[in-house]
């Protein structure tokens, strides 16, 4: 079997346990990326789409959120799999930022208020990168002091570091310039203009785009082979959100990563991503090429979603709204989730959960319309309309 | 600031507008030191001419930051404007003696125009008209706000929410008042079932559809629409903005729809206003402003807006970032960061610092003093003339050379730099109802191109 994928997602369950019961957040999801690859998980609020990335780095706390079933395997190069579900936590903090890193969608509360740019970058380079460190400044790591070491690692005392630096002045000062150095350079990668002037500020001090720049410097220190994008640009301007998704598209080109991207705006999918899976209420519910799954969509939810973005076309006040709300995540029946909102809905649907078919090559649809009634062991008489398969473009 | 209200005030002549804003501003000072001195004023909105013609939807798009919130404020009376005048239910002729009259120095009127004047005042000016007016004025003029999250307050009953403005303007009551608020429920979608719930029991949609309940209750003509859909999912913004859409078919409303998504405002708007730093830079009928803007921000907007059909066009882009709108820019204000600038877009000396320290940053660190006698004029000193000479040769060949008054003199260590005055560019009609306030498409007539442009503007320092 080849193993050229980077990442498998097997049928991965997340809970919340709740007063009111368990919320099925994430139900059997199931996907994978390979090396290289853009794959945006698009969904509505609520669809458990950053929960399911946030396993990923197993962020999500526990209690109240449980891992109920499924693994997530990740293929390090040169050292096989590793299922990041049932690591320990040395291996787990060992992956995150280093072999796959995150940024938020809002850079504003995800950078530390407290601290200037340049030393959170260098907590990057201390976690991961110490021995670069120590020896861009001279040093041999295996023959490295103790407070060399600290001080590399970013972990050092107030009164440790300034006792270094009076008695040991020339070798403090080149570890701190390797340091300056290391994170200069990572600012400069994004093209932010003048780095040595912007690791001196503080979060507050920088626009939107700026920070969000920062974040992908920080998250793009250690080369990572997965980059995860929650949002990167809801919070920002039209103008800034562009350069943005621009930069993390030529990050990837030049350093051969996969992106991992999590949004709810389909436009950006269109142009920034390979492949796409729609979430519906903790279901993947259709999976494709995402200029595919965009032109010609299948499953009844993807259709909606695409049919409420207003355009100018539709007439003024006529949006092909879905109606109804998403349903309740907390002990869901044994049903079609969209099944209450959709207009093909018969009996069967309200019998079963659907799961993803294969109905072309390289698409999935999670829906009944694309089985056939024998397989599900149901009378021909309760199953929805049969969708018919075009491969032409819908418009 | 005469001339520029009475060049470029009046948007929409034939119809009667709404409210009608004159040259309005908005300044808020900054506060420094122990004895929390004003140093300067943040221009949130500064000298907005506009008129929102009745039964119709006048969206306004821009950037965080830009002033649309500000200005939606002012127009709901939330927020007291600094400078220019609000009018209510002007007639199309009314609006035409306004612009007139507010050229006119006061001591120059004939008789006949000052009681014109007066009456005006007094009729439809907000703030110098009748309490009682103020008052109808108020309730004409309604709100839905952003966040349907914090506008909502959480300790009240949805009943209590819907029903506050009818116990205060109408003194309804009691049994009266509950089958009005389930009506107006039920206009919106929701039902008698939801009248004695809390915000917090509902999702985000309905909570805005509470919002929109509560903006409807008195019957008002004009309803401002603050970013009414951002917090929302898509399938559920497509409900709310049909039923935006019904309400105004129904109750004839007039919507000012402010948002950051043109998508959203494309679909919804009859006209659209572009904000930029406090001004308004373009505006026009949606569609003509969307096919063929006439103004590079617009443009910039348009373009960097990904769509789920045909290809980006990804030649018109912003340099840098927003400037400080304490000094917001001379000239143009868009002109720093515009891709198509040219020397007579208002260059100054704030941009040779901002330009060189963004490009070359080894240069700005040599700069040691700067010696302004105003805006335009300054001496920059350096530790050598070499830096200087440095300095010059950085700025060879930019379109900031181009506009100078003479070329930059090197003196010894310190350079003098000058600039030719630009007056601060104001919207002028280019075409039948198009305004731009564009310097280089009001020479032209149209939006420069890029290309050509683009080897003057000269990117060496990228």
């Known amino acids: 079997m080849s193993q ?44 458990g789409k950053s929960v399911t990335a946030r396993s990923i780095l197993r962020l999500v706390p526990e209690p109240p959120g449980k891992y109920v079933a499924g693994s997530i395997k990740l293929n390090v190069e040169g050292k096989g799999v590793v299922d990041i579900l049932s690591a320990s936590t040395k291996e787990v903090m060992a992956i995150r930022g280093e072999r796959i890193s995150m940024i938020f969608q809002d850079p504003g509360k995800a950078l530390n208020p407290s601290l200037t740019i340049g030393s959170q970058l260098a907590e990057v380079f201390g976690q991961h990168r110490v021995e670069m460190i120590l020896e861009s400044a001279g040093i041999e790591p295996a023959r490295a002091s103790r407070a060399e070491k600290r001080i590399a690692k970013q972990r ?8 270094f630096q009076l008695t040991r002045r020339s070798k403090a000062a080149a570890l701190q310039k390797s340091i300056d150095d290391a994170v200069a350079r990572s600012l400069a990668d994004t093209g932010i203009p003048n780095p040595r002037k912007i690791m001196k500020s503080y979060p507050h001090e920088l626009s939107g785009g700026m920070k969000q720049r920062v974040m992908i410097a920080q998250a793009l220190a250690c080369d990572p082979d997965l980059l995860i994008a929650d949002e990167p640009t809801t919070a920002l301007d039209v103008t800034i959100q562009a350069r943005i998704l621009e930069l993390i598209q030529d990050m990837q080109k030049r350093r051969g990563m996969a992106v991992l991207y999590i949004t ?9 991503a390979d492949r796409i899976a729609v979430m519906y209420a903790g279901h993947i519910v259709e999976t494709g090429p995402a200029q595919e799954v965009l032109a010609n969509p299948q499953h009844p939810y993807t259709n909606g979603l695409l049919g409420a973005i207003p355009h100018r076309r539709t007439p003024r006040g006529q949006l092909a709204a879905i109606p109804g709300s998403v349903p309740q995540l907390i002990d869901p029946p044994e049903q079609c989730h969209f099944a209450s909102r959709c ?8 019998g079963h959960v659907p799961q993803l078919h294969t109905i072309q090559p390289n698409r999935k649809v999670a829906c009944f319309r694309f089985e056939e009634a024998e397989s599900l062991s149901v009378a021909k008489t309760d199953m929805p309309i049969p969708a018919e398969i075009s491969g032409e473009a819908r418009r | 600031m005469t001339t520029a209200s009475s060049s470029s005030s009046l948007h929409t002549v034939d119809t009667d507008s709404v409210v009608t804003l004159n040259d309005v501003k908005v300044h808020y000072p900054v506060k420094e030191g122990a004895l929390q001195r004003v140093t300067g004023h943040v221009k949130a909105v500064d000298g907005v001419d506009l008129s929102i013609a009745r039964g ?17 404020r002012v127009i709901s009376g939330l927020v007291a404007p600094t400078g220019g005048d609000i009018w209510m239910d002007l007639s199309a002729q009314q609006q035409l003696d306004v612009n007139r009259l507010r050229g006119v120095n006061e001591a120059e009127m004939t008789a006949q125009d000052r009681q014109m004047w007066k009456d005006l005042t007094l009729n439809s000016r907000l703030g110098s008209m009748s309490r009682e007016k103020q008052r109808q004025y108020r309730r004409n003029c309604q709100v839905v706000f952003q966040d ?51 915000p917090h029991q509902f999702s985000g949609g309905q909570r805005q559809r509470i919002s929109i309940a509560r903006a409807l209750a008195l019957n008002p003509e004009f309803v401002i629409l603050d970013e009414p859909t951002s917090a929302l999912d898509v399938s559920v913004q497509a409900q709310i903005l049909n039923l935006l859409v019904d309400l105004q078919a129904e109750m004839g409303l007039t919507y000012l729809f402010i948002t950051h998504d043109l998508g959203v405002v494309q679909h919804m708007a009859d006209h659209i206003a572009v904000m930029y730093l406090g001004q308004i830079v373009e505006y026009g009928p949606t569609d003509q402003v969307f096919d063929s803007p006439l103004h590079p921000y617009s443009r910039v907007l ?38 198509v600038a040219a020397a007579g877009c208002g260059w100054s000396v704030s941009d040779v610092m901002s330009r060189t320290e963004e490009n070359s940053p080894v240069i700005f660190e040599t700069i040691k003093t700067v010696d302004r006698s105003d805006d335009y004029n300054a001496q920059i000193n350096f530790e050598n003339e070499g830096d200087a000479q440095g300095f010059v040769s950085q700025l060879n060949g930019s379109v900031i050379n181009e506009s100078m008054h003479r070329p930059p003199e090197v003196r010894g260590a310190s350079v003098k730099v000058s600039f030719n005055e630009v007056s601060d560019a104001s919207l002028e009609q280019i075409q039948d109802g198009r305004w731009s306030s564009c310097i280089r498409t009001q020479e032209r007539g149209t939006l420069p191109d890029l290309n050509k442009s683009q080897q003057v503007n000269g990117k060496e320092g990228q």
């Open chain 1, 156 to 163: 050092a005392s107030f009164v440790q570091l300034r006792f």
């Open chain 2, 302 to 339: 348009r373009d960097s807006n990904p769509s789920l059909e045909g290809e980006r066009n990804r030649d018109w882009e912003l340099s840098g970032t927003v400037p400080n709108p304490i000094e917001p820019p001379h000239g143009c204000r868009l002109h720093p960061r515009c891709p």
């Open chain 2, 148 to 198: 349907a999250f914090s506008s909502l307050n959480p300790r009240q009953l949805v009943r209590d929410i819907v029903g506050r403005p009818l116990r205060v303007h109408e003194q309804t009551s009691g049994a009266e008042l509950d089958k009005k608020v389930i009506e107006l429920l039920e206009r919106v979608g929701l039902g008698a079932e939801h009248l004695l719930r809390f």
């Open chain 1, 4 to 47: 050229d994928w980077l990442l498998k997602v097997d049928n991965l369950s997340v809970r919340f346990q709740s007063r009111g019961g368990d919320a099925h957040a994430v139900e059997g999801v199931s996907f994978e990326i390979q090396r290289g690859e853009t794959l945006a998980l698009v969904g509505e609020t609520g669809c």
């Open chain 1, 343 to 350: 207009q093909w809905a018969a009996e069967a649907c309200l």
């Open chain 2, 56 to 72: 119709k939807t006048l969206g306004l798009v821009g950037e965080s930051g830009c002033g649309k919130t500000t200005l939606g």
């Open chain 1, 264 to 272: 709810h705006d389909l436009s950006i999918v269109r142009e920034f």
